[in-house]
């Protein structure tokens, strides 16, 4: 049973491990354990001599004609080709850029707009309760500019709240808060039965889990660089359109970059045929090459197994967490909050922790060097305060697993959280 196994036992399953050696792809500062990859991936091992190449050679020698010479103008269509590899996408089907919120404006704004064709009258956005609040913030603000009206659901609620109102459903793939998995295509399925047509961030899902984007027949997607796919703090973030949708109207933040021939200098606007639409002003060259890199880290998994085998692991891992925590650290009042089925588990599990502060837990992990987060509830029951522990099998080891619950265990064991002294904007990162 994996509540049994020793350091030894957990060291003996990294020696087997057939990902063993990505973890040679990443640079981990000595001493610390890191269980924040659904927060920010680790800097891939390739990324400062590639920014510094961009910098030095590309800018510094190669200046303006880096845009043609170093492929800096098509660097959107070709690092979203690799994400496309990742999530189900054919090639030409994704870009890279701008941030999740502004492309989630662009494609709620492009799915509002055929709503309005297809299904006149229709004017609900249908969202979960739970959604990671910048997608409501996005959603409210076109549903003020259109008329249009966010209902929010709980999540079991959401299947049944789908009726003839609904024009888009807007949904996470996996929660931010419990890491429960939505199922994408029977959800999507369901959407379209009624009418609706499905939005899908994957943000939390995006080079964690598997995700085709095709085989579940979504209608929209988008997601971040800077979690999963190592990209960096502020990475560029992508966005998909099914390609039934993709030229049916411009989306709404019309740069020149998105233009069917952005060097002819048009006072008109047309937009560019595919997915290029989607772009806006120009790329950031630096930001997507090291959002290259983290990418690559994830595609070097496909001759062992590609996204099949980084799920096993990350179940592997997730199940050995929850398994130690219940065997070394009862008595303290812990309780996981998502999903009991493994199944329905992204790669992170979240922990409410009734005995003490979770956010003085966190802290006095952080000082032991195992770093995870803190997402706050709002008190309830319901909606507790939570430890969130990450888990990246690009480059997390079972060790690092038995040796996070030992701290973990000591801390409460101990009452060394009470100690821990704090800055509670530090608790949000």
Excluded at 99 to 122: C, F, H, M, Q, W
Excluded at 168 to 178: D, G, I
Excluded at 407 to 417: D, P, V
Aim: aromatic share 8%; charged share 20%.
């Amino acid at each position: 049973m994996a509540e049994t196994l020793t350091r030894d036992d957990c060291a003996a399953l990294d020696a087997s491990d057939p990902l063993r050696e990505l973890r040679s792809l990443f640079t981990l500062p000595e001493g610390v354990n890191y269980l924040d990859g659904n927060s920010l991936g680790v800097m891939p091992a390739a990324a400062p001599a590639r920014a510094a190449e961009v910098v030095q050679r590309e800018w510094g020698e190669g200046l303006i004609r880096s845009w043609n010479t170093a492929g800096w103008i098509t660097l959107p269509q070709r690092v979203g080709d690799k994400i496309a590899r990742l999530i189900g996408a054919r090639p030409g089907e994704v870009v890279a850029a701008d941030a999740t919120s502004v492309n989630l404006y662009k494609v709620l704004s492009a799915a509002i707009e055929i709503a309005k064709v297809d299904r006149p009258g229709r004017r609900v956005i249908l969202s979960e309760r739970s959604n990671f609040p910048t997608d409501l913030y996005i959603a409210q603000s076109l549903a003020r500019q259109h008329g249009f009206e966010l209902e929010l659901a709980a999540s079991h609620e959401i299947a049944d709240r789908l009726d003839d109102r609904v024009a888009v459903l807007m949904l996470t793939q996996v929660n931010y808060r419990t890491g429960a998995i939505h199922d994408m295509a029977g959800l999507t399925a369901r959407a379209h039965q009624v009418g609706a047509l499905a939005l899908w961030d994957l943000c939390h899902s995006a080079g964690a889990v598997p995700v085709d984007l095709h085989a579940a027949d979504a209608d929209f997607a988008i997601g971040c660089g800077y979690k999963y796919l190592n990209g960096g703090p502020g990475a560029p973030a992508f966005v998909w359109t099914h390609p039934r949708h993709t030229d049916r109207f411009w989306q709404p933040l019309s740069g020149w970059m998105g233009h069917a021939s952005p060097f002819t200098f048009d006072t008109a606007y047309r937009p560019a045929e595919g997915v290029s639409r989607y772009l806006c002003g120009t790329p950031s060259v630096i930001g997507l090459s090291v959002l290259e890199c983290g990418v690559d880290t994830l595609l070097a998994a496909e001759p062992l197994g590609g996204m099949a085998a980084l799920r096993a692991k990350s179940l592997a891992l997730s199940d050995l967490f929850i398994a130690q925590v219940e065997a070394r650290c009862a008595g303290h009042g812990l309780r996981s909050v998502g999903p009991a089925d493994r199944e329905r588990r992204g790669s992170q599990v979240s922990l409410a922790c009734a005995s003490a502060t979770a956010y003085a837990v966190m802290q006095a992990l952080i000082a032991r060097g195992v770093i995870g987060d803190f997402r706050a509830g709002d008190g309830s029951e319901a909606e507790p305060d939570l430890l969130r522990f990450g888990f990246t099998p690009l480059y997390t080891r079972f060790v690092d697993v038995h040796d996070a619950v030992t701290a973990l265990s000591e801390i409460l064991s101990t009452e060394q959280w009470r100690e821990a002294r704090f800055n509670q904007k530090a608790a949000v990162t």
